[in-house]
T-cell receptor, first 114, second 111 residues
Framework: SAVISQKPSRDICQRGTSLTIQCQVD?????MFWYRQQPGQSLTLIAT?????????ESGFVIDKFPISRPNLTFSTLTVSNMSPEDSSIYLC???????????FGPGTRLTVL | QKEVEQNSGPLSVPEGAIASLNCTYS??????FFWYRQYSGKSPELIMS????GDKEDGRFTAQLNKASQYVSLLIRDSQPSDSATYLC???????????FGSGTRLQVQP
């Protein structure tokens, strides 16, 4: 597995503001992903964070709302822009070191938008 | 659109019993299958992966895969109260790598 950290662990934000979530891995990884878990729901993929190029977004998620950076093989950020209460969720990053597609998750960021 | 289906539960079993969790998937090109355990307020933890038909055992856990019937299951032997959690089934295919999750089954092990 890998040691994955996320910052912040939780935040309470006002409507219309933006929050940037950081994901740091203790070693280089092939792929990084961002998921959202809404209250009482399962995980939904937001995007694949590609190193050195634009992220690949899933249907229903757009770059203007969820800009993603991945400047190197150990770090990525997800920004939740112009937030509304519907964005209240847990945001999770995961990493895939290659091979058999096993993914490991960070501890998550619990976001509440008022 | 890939779909992964799980019974939401709760599945309630007595301590020491076998818990059986099931998952079906719609996409025949799915190649890799995973079970994650998620405790309340925590992130998912990978407990089993399986890639070929048959059974795979790891301690008290056994994953079973049947690609022809498009289902994957997880058996937990000698269930303990600490096994009480939500179990998420996830699948992916060789080209995509990102996971598609089921809605999860909540397991309750009664002492």
């Amino acid at each position: 597995s890998a040691v994955i950290s996320q910052k912040p662990s939780r935040d309470i934000c006002q409507r219309g503001t933006s929050l940037t979530i950081q994901c740091q891995v203790d070693s280089q990884v092939t792929m990084m992903f961002w998921y959202r878990q809404q209250p009482g729901q399962s995980l939904t993929l937001i995007a694949t964070a590609n190193q050195g190029s634009e992220a690949t977004y899933e249907s229903g998620f757009v770059i203007d709302k969820f800009p993603i950076s991945r400047p190197n093989l150990t770090f990525s950020t997800l920004t939740v822009s112009n937030m509304s209460p519907e964005d209240s969720s847990i945001y999770l990053c995961s990493v895939d070191r290659g091979g058999r597609s096993e993914q490991f998750f960070g501890p998550g960021t619990r976001l509440t938008v008022l | 659109q890939k779909e992964v289906e799980q019974n939401s539960g709760p599945l309630s079993v007595p301590e020491g019993a076998i818990a059986s969790l099931n998952c079906t998937y719609s996409d025949r090109v799915s190649q890799s299958f995973f079970w994650y355990r998620q405790y309340s307020g925590k992130s998912p933890e990978l407990i089993m992966s399986i890639y070929s038909n048959g059974d795979k055992e790891d301690g008290r856990f056994t994953a079973q895969l049947n690609k022809a019937s498009q289902y994957v299951s997880l058996l937990i032997r000698d269930s303990q109260p600490s096994d009480s959690a939500t179990y998420l089934c996830a699948v992916t295919d060789t080209g995509r790598r990102a996971l598609t999750f089921g809605s999860g089954t909540r397991l309750q092990v009664q002492p």
